[in-house]
């Protein structure tokens, strides 16, 4: 975040809807005719929440959630986020960390994201394994789910950190012990602009190790998708495709249940990718749509492995679940610094520093390991009486070690000194955070049909920082700065669900989220500013599940109001760049999502968001003020798709197609910063379909058809001149042809 300019008031956006939504609200009464002419005896499948950790109907669920379990045609969190409303992403490709947005709630910049995190508003779970999402958060693989559920709004009392939007949670396959089952899979796709093909594959096996007692299942796979940019402008020579991918994965599940009572389910996954380069252009540089002009390939390579075991243990008064988790993420990255050492140079240095020295070049190298272990004890009463109760115990340990350095090759010959590995500039951070945290939730049934629950948590965390920085030339000694920090707070929740019929449910919740402090880098003999706080969220909502025409109809929506406070912004304290609380925001608005049976074939989806969410306080130190748009999140979104599946004796034909808008954005608060711009909307279009014989399916599919090409995100030429910025952008239209084999 940089200090304010002059500061021109930019304009309101605008906040109708486009044309294809209006259009397909307005045919929805004719369509639910077609439906009820229909002779079908269809129904919508129950959908079952378990980020309310226990199982629960969404019917009964007092909050505003999706459960996505049919995983055709999805391949990234995008396509997730193009079937959730309220629910959007920060797309930069498969290098950078992928911004999550829930309801608005992100004060980040929209820029390169480099070593950055998912925002930190939004929780994120595989399983009962909590991601870390400040150091470049992995994408988790989407291969052999259960379920993907995404819950918006707060979820502080039962998730604690980084919940202040809303939750995402990965339910991977479990062991089946019953049935021995195989999956095989292959894809062969092209994307436009790219000289190679895509492969997909993945191999899935199941089989029961004792009968109805212990179970085994095994995942591996490998994806490898084809780069689409160009670069004329590297200093090694021109190379295409620079921007290709490749991820490989296996996972390994066990589940034992010697009885009704007792189970262990244990999980290994382990996920290594490797990137060439940014999904990024610059044609304002180039003059092309699909070329980058940075001087250094900026490859990156990242390494995941995921751990769990958990027992639960059935004691009929109650449920008792024990959860032993490890996360461990390494990362390392290349990027390109040349164009930003130039700008530094002309501003403090007059261009008489590294411009005079010909063959200038810089590029950055670093280097994050974050580890995270935690432990979680539950007990949860039985659903089948009127008082129901929840008690939860959680403890984890972050231990981060970051290591960077910015590289100028040459230079020390230049100047005459040493320099090892010509590096300008090294830091390296280390950091240890404790939390600890209890938390409970109490639900009662006032009437057979009105039922009201209240929870709580308690958190404290404990953050031990230590960051050190070293410029050559220089005598080498690093400068070193610690900072430590404790914190702690009370959050609350309360929610109330009356049930007209099975049918029809509406609910209103309060509930408060939080996002942890931390520990600032100052020098010992400044005292200010050392810390900053926790923020917090709290969010008021009201809405309504139901199905309608003998179940055919399902409509959910969502009306809400969320007050943030204590934001965590950067901004410039002491001639430094910190972290501090600063401001207030307030998001509101309406979600609906619905799916309409118009006969035994065919079934229409649609979902809509309206979030205005702006600051409401001004602070003029760091240039934000009263009215701001909080940057990252459209305003308006929509999707509509039209999915048919058909029986012809033994063969079974599918097919679907759908449309995803996501509104324009802007990648900062206001035009005093220098990030500052507005990304226009955009619509993608995916279709596929396939037929089924017996144990094999063929397949064919087309992403984004229009071959649309969105901006996700900007780097802005202020700081990094004509060649050195950038813009994130869609993947151009992808043909491709699957076949799976299924025993």
């Not at 109907?57 to 909050?63: H, I, T, Y």
């Not at 075991?309 to 008064?317: C, F, L, Q, S, Y």
């Not at 070293?470 to 430590?484: L, M, Q, R």
């Not at 808008?661 to 279709?687: C, H, M, Q, V, W």
Request: proline share 4%; glycine share 8%.
């Amino acid at each position: 975040m940089t200090t304010p300019k002059n500061r021109t008031r930019h304009k309101p956006l605008q906040y109708l809807f486009k044309q294809p939504l209006a259009l397909a609200c307005a045919l929805m009464p004719l369509l639910s005719a077609v439906s009820i002419a229909a002779e079908t005896n269809s129904s919508v499948e129950e959908v079952v929440v378990t980020a309310s950790k226990r199982n629960q109907s969404l019917q009964d669920f007092a909050g505003a959630a999706s459960v996505i379990t049919n995983f055709a045609g999805i391949k990234s969190l995008a396509d997730i986020a193009g079937q959730t409303t309220g629910f959007s992403i920060v797309d930069a490709g498969p290098r950078n960390p992928t911004g999550l947005v829930i309801r608005g709630l992100r004060m980040d910049e929209v820029g390169a994201n480099d070593l950055g995190g998912d925002g930190g508003a939004v929780a994120s779970y595989v399983d009962n394994i909590p991601l870390q999402g400040y150091f470049v958060p992995p994408k988790f693989s989407l291969k052999d789910l259960q379920q993907v559920e995404i819950v918006r709004g707060p979820q502080g009392t039962l998730y604690g950190n980084a919940s202040i939007g809303g939750l995402i949670r990965y339910v991977t396959a479990k062991p089946d012990l019953e049935k021995y089952s195989v999956r095989v899979n292959a894809e062969l796709s092209q994307t436009k602009h790219s000289d190679d093909v895509n492969y997909n594959t993945d191999l899935i096996v199941n089989t029961p190790l004792v009968d109805n007692t212990l179970g085994l299942r095994l995942l591996i796979g490998k994806t490898d998708n084809a780069g689409f940019i160009d670069n004329d402008y590297l200093l090694t020579g021109p190379a295409e495709d620079i921007n290709d991918d490749q991820t490989k994965e296996a996972r390994i599940s066990l589940l034992w249940q010697p009885t009704d009572t007792f189970s262990l389910n244990t999980m290994y996954h382990y996920q290594k990718i490797n990137v060439g380069d940014r999904q990024a252009t610059n044609e304002t540089f180039t003059g092309n749509e699909y070329d980058a002009s940075s001087r250094y390939l900026q490859p990156m390579q990242g390494e995941l492995q995921l751990a769990s075991v958990d027992a639960t243990v059935d004691m009929g008064w109650a449920t008792l679940t024990a959860s032993l988790n490890h996360y461990d993420y390494q990362h390392a990255e290349r990027a390109d610094q040349t164009d930003y050492f130039i700008a530094l140079d002309e501003v403090y240095y007059g261009n008489s520093y590294y411009t005079p020295f010909e063959d200038f070049s810089a590029y950055n190298a670093s280097y994050v390991d974050v580890v995270k272990d935690s432990v979680e004890l539950r007990l949860v009463s039985p659903d089948d009486q009127p008082l129901r109760w929840l008690l939860g115990g959680f403890y984890s340990r972050d231990d981060l070690d970051v290591l960077m350095g910015d590289h100028v090759p040459g230079f020390a010959e230049y100047l005459g000194e040493t320099l090892p590995d010509d590096l300008d500039y090294k830091a390296t951070q280390t950091e240890i955070l404790d939390e600890y945290s209890v938390y409970g939730e109490v639900a009662y049934d006032l009437t057979d049909k009105w039922e009201a629950s209240v929870g709580a948590r308690y958190f404290r965390y404990d953050d031990d920082l230590d960051v050190c920085v070293t410029f050559f030339p220089s005598d080498g000694v690093p400068a070193c700065d610690v900072g430590d920090d404790v914190s702690n707070d009370t959050l609350g929740k309360f929610s109330t669900t009356y049930k007209f019929t099975e049918n029809h449910s509406v609910y209103f919740a309060v509930a408060e989220g939080y996002r942890r402090g931390g520990a600032n880098l100052t020098p010992a003999e400044v005292t200010t500013n050392r810390f900053y706080n926790p923020d917090k969220a709290t969010n008021y909502e009201v809405g309504i599940h139901s199905f309608w025409l003998d179940q055919r109809l399902k409509l959910n929506a969502a009306v809400f109001n969320i007050a943030w406070e204590d934001i965590q912004v950067r901004m410039v304290a002491d001639g430094r760049s910190i972290w501090a609380n600063a401001g207030e925001a307030r998001s509101q608005g309406v979600e609906f999502d619905t799916s309409l049976q118009l006969s035994s074939a065919f079934v229409l989806r649609a979902g809509y968001s309206y979030t205005d969410a702006k600051l409401t306080d001004s602070v003029e130190s760091i240039g934000i003020f009263d009215g701001d748009i909080l940057p990252g999140a459209p305003r308006n979104q929509w999707n509509i798709g039209l999915d048919y599946t058909q029986s012809f004796n033994a063969t079974v034909v599918d097919a679907s197609i759908g449309f995803n808008r996501i509104g324009e954005i802007y990648t900062a608060p206001n035009d005093s910063f220098y990030s500052y711009e507005k990304l226009d909307s955009y619509t993608t279009a995916n279709a596929r379909a396939g037929v089924t014989f017996g144990n094999w399916r063929l397949g064919a599919f087309v992403n984004n058809i229009e071959n649309t090409r969105g901006i996700n995100g900007k780097r802005s030429g202020e700081w990094h001149g004509d060649q050195g910025r950038f813009e994130y952008i869609t993947r151009p239209r992808t043909v491709g042809l699957s076949i799976t084999y299924k025993y």
